[in-house]
């Protein structure tokens, strides 16, 4: 996901570690607690400064080894030491909400085209199931509102619970909807397509696809709800 979407989910998940008892002592301190998890959101795109020695390096290691099977270890510990020493949180209550905030951004980040490789080491596959855009406005407006909820009412067990499991239902239901565009996509197309992938936009009602011919011609094409456009 793009990072204003990281940045609300770090939020959220700093707004939902309030119900742990870890965090609940007066002294505890909400601007370290909620710095944590934000940290934790962002820490695996830390990558983007490949950007800075060209755009080929970029886009061939962004998602790569900082997404990787050993950083969801290893971006929780680093977060740990650091906030757990600055804050005097309980350092296994930190790793574990840490944990989950460093999971649920490489986990996220599978369902967008652009793919990772969560795999690394065991697979260097670049793993992308394409049916969530990078940037999703219901995805990032409903950690907006839940934020905001939140902050009014300091719920967060019931509000980030029911955010999570709309988001759970907005998933599937995106999934249905790339799944019945590749079958009537299918049914379009001739026999010399070998491969045909299909990822979601930023629009609801729109998606790109690319078709793999056998003489390994590549045509990207979008289907909108107005038709098709070259
Ligand atoms: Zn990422």
């Not at 301190?29 to 934000?38: K, N, R, T």
């Not at 990078?134 to 407006?141: A, E, N």
Request: aromatic share 14%; with cysteine.
């Amino acid at each position: 996901m793009d990072s204003a979407t990281h940045l609300a989910m770090g939020i959220a998940i700093g707004g939902l570690a309030t119900v742990d008892p870890a965090f609940q002592t007066p002294d505890i301190s909400m601007l370290g607690l909620m710095g944590a998890m934000v940290v934790a959101q962002q820490a695996p795109d830390i990558d983007t400064i490949l950007k800075l020695k060209g755009n080929g390096i970029y886009i061939r290691n962004h998602r790569g080894l900082t997404h990787s099977l050993p950083f969801l270890l290893i971006w929780p510990a680093l977060i740990t030491l650091v906030f757990g020493y600055a804050f005097q949180f309980n350092w296994l209550h930190l790793f574990l909400w840490s944990c989950f905030a460093v999971c649920l951004h490489v986990f996220v980040d599978i369902f967008n085209a652009y793919g990772t490789q969560a795999l690394r080491p065991f697979s260097r596959q670049w793993i992308g199931l394409g049916f969530i855009n990078t940037f999703d406005w219901y995805i990032f407006g409903s950690h907006v509102l839940a934020v905001l909820l939140w902050m009014l009412y300091r719920q967060p067990l019931i509000i980030f619970g029911t955010m999570y499991l709309s988001l759970i239902a907005y998933y599937v239901l995106r999934y249905s909807i790339q799944r019945s565009v590749r079958r009537s996509t299918i049914r379009l197309i001739d026999d010399e397509v070998e491969e045909i992938m299909i990822s979601s936009t930023s629009h609801f009602f729109s998606m790109a696809y690319c078709c793999h011919y056998k003489r390994y011609l590549l045509c990207c094409t979008r289907l909108s709800d107005t038709g098709h456009d070259a």
